[in-house]
Each structure stands twice: as C-alpha cells, then as structure tokens.
C-alpha cells in the first residue's frame, strides 16, 4: 500500500528530520510508530500521507510517487490522515461542511457531497453533531476522523489522535481506529502509548530521524524495556514489573490485563512458597 524508499527529510530551516527512512506498510495491515519527541513521526507521518515530498528517495502510495504534484488528489483519496489536534482540521461552524469540504475539493456534486454526508454521520454515531465549535475535543476528533472517511481512503495515517482527549475520548477514538482496522482499513498509528500500540500488528521505533528497530506484536512483551527506552509510555504497573525483574523478581506477564498480572503475581509467590517448603523438609 505504502513504500518509503531511501527516504529523507529536510526543513526550510535545514533541520534534517529524517534519514535514509525504508518502511512498507501493506494493505490492511495496522502499523504502529513510536518514539521520542522530535525523533520525526509526525514528519513521517506527513510523508506517508503524501502532504509533503522527500528530499531524497521516494514514497511510493499504491503505485503512485508522491513526488509527482500532479498526484495530490488522487492520492488524497488513497491516504487520509488525522491530526493531534482535531481543531487545525475543522474549519467550518457546521460540522457537514467539514465533513463534505474534502469532496467538494475534488469535484464531487453537492447531492452526492450530500449523501455521503448523512452516511458517514450515521455511521460515526454524529448525526447529533451541528457546530464544530460546540463539541468537545473527543467529539471534534470523531468529526475529523469523519471527514477523512467521507474521502474513501483504504489508508489512514493517525498522528498521535488521542493526546489531547480526556480518558473517554481517548478510548471512542481508539475503538473507533479498531473498528476502520476489522472494516479493512489500512492503519498507520503513531503513538506512545502502550495500550494503543497493542492493536498494531507491529511497531516501528523511531529514533533521531531514523528507524532503529521493529517489533512484532507477539515479540512485544520481550521488548518492554527497549520500548520504554524510545519513548513508549508504560502504565504504572508495567513500570513495577520492570523495577521488580530490574531487582531479581521475574514475574512472566503473558497477557496484559490487571487481573492477568495479579495471578502471574499469586503463581510468583506461591512459588516460593513451594520451594521454602521443599527447603525446610
Ligand atoms: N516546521 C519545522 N521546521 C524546522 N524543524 C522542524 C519543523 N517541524 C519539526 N521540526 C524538527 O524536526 C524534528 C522532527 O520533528 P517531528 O515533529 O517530526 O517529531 P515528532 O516525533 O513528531 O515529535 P513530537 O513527539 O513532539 O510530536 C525535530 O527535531 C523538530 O524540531
Ligand atoms: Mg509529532
């Protein structure tokens, strides 16, 4: 769906952002990208989306080079992309103009623009939605994510969607982003957050402008710590986990749910118990 070949990043400022990038995102896959502030994955992320062009190599969208101006609609159908901050992609004071801006852009008549619309809206669980400016962030995030949809696209890049919702929000959008996945959605997902990045099929680090790494979803568990060191954010009991095997107490966590970690906990200590038991005997 995606390639990135060779791929760099320089801004006006001179400010190479990123280098020699190779990354390929297949259709229907769900990619995640972590890593620290200013490692580059929003400069990625625009790249991927084809809303900026390399400075050298190329990124290739369903057969399409981005380079190429020419491109910029057809590929605004291919590839849509969602921002941090739903508030720099909603313009209008009607949440339906929002939504039918990206085809009245490319030459879709008004009664289709329309139609589509209302279909999005009811599907998005929106049709309550009027002005943009009355919703809240969570709310406006959803009316973004709708007017990307509204395009068609068989991708969509995510740039951090959850950062700026409050916990509720930051669930709706990230059951929504599941939902596009199931549906057939190709997903790239950038983000810090370990419970997001639970749903990627894999993970992409991102380090100083360059990839340094990837990690399978099933791999993920053996590789907490080098996450951690690029920029992925651990929930607190993860965190003890890693202080306690840090200290010499390994307690194997195959799946990741408190309840689950409370009986790898119980299994740890009666353990031990066993083993004083035997000792004594
Ligand atoms: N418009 C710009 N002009 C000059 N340099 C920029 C610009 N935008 C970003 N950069 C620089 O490029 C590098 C990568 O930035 P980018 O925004 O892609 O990082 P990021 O990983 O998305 O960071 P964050 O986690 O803060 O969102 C950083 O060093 C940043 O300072
Ligand atoms: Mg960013």
């Given at each position: 769906?995606?390639?990135?070949?060779?791929?760099?990043?320089?801004?006006?400022?001179?400010?190479?952002?990123?280098?020699?990038?190779?990354?390929?995102?297949?259709?229907?896959?769900?990619?995640?990208?972590?890593?620290?502030?200013?490692?580059?994955?929003s400069?990625?992320?625009?790249?991927?989306?084809?809303?900026?062009?390399p400075?050298?190599?190329?990124?290739?969208?369903?057969?399409?080079?981005?380079?190429?101006?020419?491109?910029?609609?057809?590929?605004?159908?291919?590839?849509?992309m969602?921002?941090?901050?739903?508030?720099?992609?909603?313009?209008?004071?009607?949440?339906?103009?929002?939504?039918g801006?990206?085809?009245?852009?490319?030459?879709f008549?008004?009664?289709?623009?329309?139609?589509?619309?209302?279909e999005?809206?009811?599907?998005?669980?929106?049709?309550?939605?009027?002005?943009?400016?009355?919703?809240?962030?969570?709310?406006?995030?959803?009316?973004a994510i709708?007017?990307?949809?509204?395009?068609?696209?068989?991708?969509?890049?995510?740039?951090?969607?959850?950062?700026?919702?409050?916990?509720?929000?930051?669930?709706?959008i990230?059951?929504?982003?599941?939902e596009?996945?199931?549906?057939?959605m190709?997903?790239?997902?950038?983000?810090?957050?370990?419970?997001?990045?639970?749903?990627?099929?894999?993970?992409?680090?991102?380090e100083?402008?360059?990839?340094?790494?990837?990690?399978?979803?099933?791999?993920?568990?053996?590789?907490?710590?080098?996450?951690r060191?690029?920029?992925?954010?651990?929930?607190v009991?993860?965190?003890?986990?890693?202080?306690?095997?840090?200290?010499?107490?390994d307690?194997?966590?195959?799946r990741?749910?408190?309840?689950?970690?409370?009986?790898?906990?119980?299994?740890?200590?009666?353990?031990?118990e066993?083993?004083?038991?035997?000792?004594?005997q």
């Amino acid at each position: 769906m995606i390639q990135a070949k060779g791929v760099d990043y320089v801004y006006p400022s001179g400010k190479q952002a990123l280098s020699g990038i190779n990354l390929e995102v297949a259709r229907g896959e769900f990619v995640a990208v972590v890593g620290h502030n200013g490692s580059g994955k929003s400069t990625l992320a625009g790249l991927l989306a084809g809303l900026e062009r390399p400075a050298r190599g190329q990124i290739i969208i369903d057969g399409i080079n981005t380079r190429d101006k020419k491109n910029f609609l057809v590929l605004r159908k291919k590839v849509g992309m969602v921002f941090q901050n739903p508030e720099n992609q909603l313009v209008f004071e009607k949440v339906k103009d929002d939504i039918g801006f990206g085809l009245k852009n490319i030459g879709f008549p008004q009664a289709e623009i329309e139609t589509r619309t209302a279909e999005i809206s009811r599907k998005m669980r929106i049709e309550s939605f009027t002005g943009s400016f009355e919703l809240s962030m969570g709310q406006k995030q959803r009316v973004a994510i709708a007017s990307v949809i509204a395009m068609g696209p068989d991708c969509i890049i995510f740039d951090e969607p959850t950062a700026m919702l409050d916990p509720k929000g930051k669930k709706d959008i990230h059951n929504i982003i599941i939902e596009l996945h199931k549906q057939g959605m190709t997903i790239v997902y950038v983000t810090n957050v370990i419970d997001e990045v639970l749903a990627a099929d894999r993970i992409i680090i991102l380090e100083n402008g360059s990839i340094s790494g990837e990690v399978k979803r099933e791999e993920l568990f053996d590789n907490v710590e080098r996450l951690r060191g690029a920029g992925l954010e651990m929930p607190v009991i993860m965190d003890m986990l890693f202080r306690l095997k840090q200290r010499g107490v390994d307690i194997i966590v195959k799946r990741w749910s408190i309840d689950a970690v409370v009986e790898n906990f119980i299994s740890y200590i009666n353990g031990i118990e066993n083993q004083n038991n035997l000792n004594m005997q």
